[in-house]
């Protein structure tokens, strides 16, 4: 952060905060929405609440953190901070999202591609967290998003 002023950092710190948030916000909406569309899909009864729907939201916020406070940073370790979210909030995913495995094994058969559609949607809603909150915090830090040709980001083979 060579050459930045104590306003800047103040400034970028309030953006990561901010994209965070906003990506917390929208990717733990849609994973709620998604939790109850896959509960419901497995012949469940969908019984979810709004402490608990706003437990969700601060969790994906915080996991978002990483891609947020990488977002002003340069384009490698903004890829970096996209697979740190995504690697955590996937794990988080993996490890309690599929704790009732025995509720989607034991749905019936006519609704298993259904499932299936539902969890791969999931997945790219966790993939897409990093990129939100780097672009909300980019736009929140004043910083215009980069353009494609400018500083391209590394190849991932």
Known sequence: MAGMTGRRVIRVLAAALGGAVAAG???GGAARL???????AAAEES???????????????VLAAPAALTATAPAAVR??????TAALTG??????G??????????PDSRM??????????????VAEGML??????????????????????ALA
């Open 25 to 27: 916000v929208v990717v």
């Open 34 to 40: 998604l939790m109850s569309l896959i509960t419901i």
């Open 47 to 61: 019984t979810f609440t709004l402490g608990g729907s706003l437990g969700v939201v601060l969790v994906f916020t």
């Open 79 to 84: 890829v970096g901070g996209r697979w740190v």
């Open 91 to 96: 794990f988080g995913v993996a490890t309690t």
């Open 98 to 107: 599929f704790s009732d495995g025995a509720a989607i094994i034991l749905a």
């Open 113 to 126: 591609t259904l499932i299936a559609i539902l969890v791969v949607g999931f997945g790219a809603v966790v």
């Open 133 to 154: 909150a780097q672009y909300a915090a980019r736009r929140l830090a004043g910083d215009a998003p980069r353009p494609a040709a400018a500083e391209p980001e590394p």
